[in-house]
C-alpha cells in the first residue's frame, strides 16, 4: 500500500493514502513503465538534438505545460480547510434537513477568500471576504456560499459583471485599484446608489480582518426552511467566530501585506497545525415566511439590507470547527467547487433576484473553470452519500458506468431510481406563489431606500471606527483622477450622514453637497460595532 502522504514538516496529514497517486519505489511513466533517468532527454550523440521519440522527456514537460487550470473570475485567491459541523438540534423544529438533527456530526469543507484580487494577490487587501461552506451531508450536499459582508452591491444578478469589470484591475496594466486609479469602480458605487450600504462596511475595518478566524460570515440572502409537515420559515443565516471579530489598522495591513502577502492563508494553516482550531457556531435569524416576504418593514428579498439583531435575534444551531489542513492545495482548495445550488431536503431559495442569478452562475462558470461537467466525481466535491444521478459520459469522466445508459421509466434494466420500498425523504419543491405574472424588468418599490441602512451602519459605529471608515474613504477617493465620481460620491456621503461627507469632502479639497433625501429616526444597532465583541451565547 501507498505510504500516507505527510507534510513538509513530516507531519501525517491524515489524506486517505488510496486517493494519493505516485506512491510506487520506482519511477515510472504516467502508465506504469519504469524508467532509470529523469534528469537527461535522449539524444542523437551527447551533444544533441533531442529525440521526438522520447516519451518520458515529451510526457514530463506536456503535463507540465498543462498544471494550471483558470483561476475563480472571482475570489480567485483563497485558503481552505477541513472539520466538522456539529448540529445542537434547535433548527430540527424548523428543518426536516439531516444536518440540523440534534447531535448529528457532518463533516465540512470551508473555503475562506478574496473577491476581487488574482492568485496570486495579497491576503490584507481591502475587500470583502467569501466565507464558502461545504457540508458533506448525509442526504447529499449543502453548500452555504457567503461572504464576511451581510449584505451585497447589487440586488439583481444581472449587474454582477458590472460590479466585478468596474471593481476588478484595470484591463491595460492589471495593476489593482488599490494602487492606481479608482475611478470605475467609485463611478460604478456613486450611479448604483444601492451599492452604498456595502460600500461602508468595506470602508470600515471589517474589510480589513485580522484573521480568518476572526471573521463573521454571512449567508447574505434570505434562505427558506422547510419541515416534514409542510411548514416552512424564513431564515438568515451567520456564522459568529468563537475568537470575536478583530480587524487591523490600514498601516498595519500594509507592513502585514509587504512583509507575508500570505498573512491569512499562513494564519489559518499554523493554527490549525499547532491545534489551535478555530471555530464558529452557525445562527439563524428566523421570520415567518409570510406573502409579502417582508419584516419590520424590511424587504427580506433586498440582499442590500440587514435585519438588526435587535429585531430578529441571532439563533445558535450548531457548531463548526475547523481541524485539519488540505493535504494538496490544488485538490482540494483549487478543485472545489462551491454552488448555491448544493441545496438538501428542508433547505431552499427564496425568490431573492441576485440569489436566483447565483444559481445559474457557479455551475456554468464551473463548466469552464473545471473542464466539462464531471467535477462531482473530484475527491473534493464527492458527496458523502449515496448517488445516482442517471447522468453519463462527458470531459473528464472516471466512472466506469455499466448497463443500458439510463432512462426512466425502463423495464429493461435493473436500475430503477424510485424503488417502492424505500423510505423516501427527497428533496422538497415548496409551492410557493408567484406574485405576479407580469413579465417585467424592473425592480419593487421596497427595493427603493438606498441609504438608511448606511446610515445605521455609520451611526453604529464608535468614534474610532468612524474615524477609521472616513480616512478610508479620503484615501480611497483621493485616488480618482475624476472629479465628478469624487463629487457624485460625496452626494452619496451626504445622504448617509453630513458629518462623514463634510470630513471627507475637506480631506478631497470640495465643498460639501446638501443631501437630497430625509431620513427618519433611526437608532444604532450595538450588534453591527463588535470588533473585539464576543457573541453572547444563552
Ligand atoms: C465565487 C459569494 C454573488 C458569481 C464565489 C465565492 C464566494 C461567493 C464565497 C467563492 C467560492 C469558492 O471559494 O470557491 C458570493 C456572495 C454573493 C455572490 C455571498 C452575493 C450575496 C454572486 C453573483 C454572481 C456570482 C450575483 C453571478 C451572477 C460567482 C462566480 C464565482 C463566485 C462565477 C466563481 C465560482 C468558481 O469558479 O468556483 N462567490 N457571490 N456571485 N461567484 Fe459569487
Redesign the pocket.
Known amino acids: 500500500a501507498a505510504p500516507a502522504p505527510v507534510s513538509p514538516t513530516g507531519r501525517d496529514t491524515g489524506a486517505d493514502p488510496t486517493l494519493a497517486a505516485q506512491g510506487g519505489e520506482h519511477l515510472t511513466t504516467a502508465h506504469g513503465s519504469r524508467r532509470s533517468d529523469t534528469d537527461h532527454s535522449l539524444k542523437a550523440g551527447r551533444r544533441g538534438p533531442v529525440l521526438l521519440q522520447d516519451h518520458h522527456f515529451r510526457e514530463k514537460i506536456s503535463h507540465f505545460d498543462h498544471e494550471r487550470i483558470p483561476e475563480?473570475?472571482?475570489?480567485a485567491r483563497?485558503a481552505g480547510a477541513h472539520g466538522v459541523f456539529r448540529s445542537y438540534g434547535t433548527a430540527s423544529r424548523i428543518s426536516s434537513a439531516a444536518v440540523f438533527g440534534k447531535d448529528v456530526e457532518t463533516p465540512v469543507f470551508v473555503?475562506f477568500?478574496t473577491v476581487l484580487g488574482s492568485r496570486g494577490s495579497a491576503d490584507l487587501a481591502r475587500d470583502t471576504r467569501?466565507?464558502?461552506t461545504k457540508f458533506y451531508t448525509s442526504e447529499g450536499t449543502w453548500d452555504l456560499?457567503?461572504?464576511n459582508i451581510p449584505v451585497?452591491f447589487i440586488q439583481d444578478?444581472i449587474k454582477?459583471p458590472d460590479v466585478i469589470h468596474a471593481g476588478k484591475p484595470h484591463p491595460d496594466r492589471e495593476i489593482p485599484q488599490a494602487q492606481s486609479a479608482h475611478d470605475t469602480f467609485w463611478d460604478f458605487v456613486s450611479l448604483h446608489t444601492e451599492a452604498q450600504h456595502h460600500t461602508i462596511w468595506n470602508m470600515s475595518d471589517r474589510a480589513i480582518p485580522r484573521s480568518y478566524r476572526t471573521m463573521e460570515g454571512f449567508g447574505?440572502?434570505t434562505f427558506r426552511l422547510l419541515d416534514d409537515e409542510g411548514g416552512s420559515v424564513l431564515v438568515k443565516f451567520h456564522w459568529k467566530p468563537k475568537l470575536g471579530v478583530h480587524s487591523v489598522l490600514w498601516e498595519e495591513a500594509q507592513i502585514a501585506n509587504g512583509m507575508d502577502p500570505d498573512v491569512h492563508r499562513r494564519d489559518l494553516a499554523d493554527a490549525i497545525e499547532a491545534g489551535a482550531h478555530p471555530e464558529w457556531e452557525l445562527g439563524v435569524q428566523v421570520f415567518e415566511d409570510n406573502e409579502e416576504q417582508t419584516f419590520e418593514g424590511i424587504d427580506l428579498l433586498d440582499?442590500t439590507k440587514i435585519v438588526p439583531e435587535e429585531l430578529a435575534p441571532v439563533q445558535p444551531v450548531g457548531l463548526m470547527t475547523l481541524d485539519r489542513n488540505p493535504s494538496n492545495y490544488f485538490a482540494e482548495t483549487e478543485q472545489?467547487?462551491?454552488n448555491p445550488n448544493n441545496l438538501v431536503r428542508g433547505i431552499d431559495v427564496t425568490n431573492d433576484p441576485?440569489l436566483q442569478?447565483?444559481l445559474f452562475?457557479?455551475l456554468d462558470?464551473?463548466l469552464s473553470?473545471l473542464g466539462g461537467p464531471n467535477w462531482t466525481q473530484l475527491p473534493i466535491n464527492r458527496p458523502h452519500a449515496p448517488v445516482n444521478d442517471m447522468l453519463r459520459d462527458g470531459m473528464h469522466q472516471t466512472a466506469v458506468h455499466t448497463g443500458v445508459a439510463p432512462y426512466h421509466p425502463n423495464t429493461l434494466d435493473g436500475n430503477n431510481p424510485f424503488p417502492a420500498d424505500e423510505p423516501a425523504r427527497p428533496f422538497i419543491d415548496h409551492p410557493a406563489p408567484v406574485a405576479e405574472s407580469v413579465k417585467e424588468r424592473g425592480a419593487p418599490a421596497s427595493f427603493d431606500d438606498h441609504y438608511s441602512q448606511a446610515r445605521l451602519f455609520w451611526l453604529s459605529m464608535s468614534d474610532v471606527e468612524k474615524e477609521h471608515i472616513a480616512q478610508a474613504y479620503t484615501f480611497e477617493l483621493g485616488k480618482c483622477w475624476e472629479q465628478s465620481v469624487k463629487e457624485r460620491q460625496l452626494q452619496s456621503l451626504a445622504n448617509i450622514d453630513a458629518k462623514l461627507c463634510a470630513v471627507v469632502a475637506e480631506g478631497l479639497g470640495l465643498p460639501a453637497p446638501r443631501p437630497t433625501v430625509q431620513h427618519g429616526r433611526i437608532e444604532p444597532s450595538p450588534a453591527l460595532s463588535q470588533i473585539g465583541g464576543q457573541w453572547p451565547l444563552d
Open positions: 475563480r473570475v472571482v475570489h483563497g473555503r477568500s467569501g466565507f464558502a456560499v457567503g461572504n451585497f444578478a454582477f447574505v440572502h440582499p472545489v467547487a462551491f441576485l442569478g447565483r452562475s457557479y462558470t464551473q473553470r
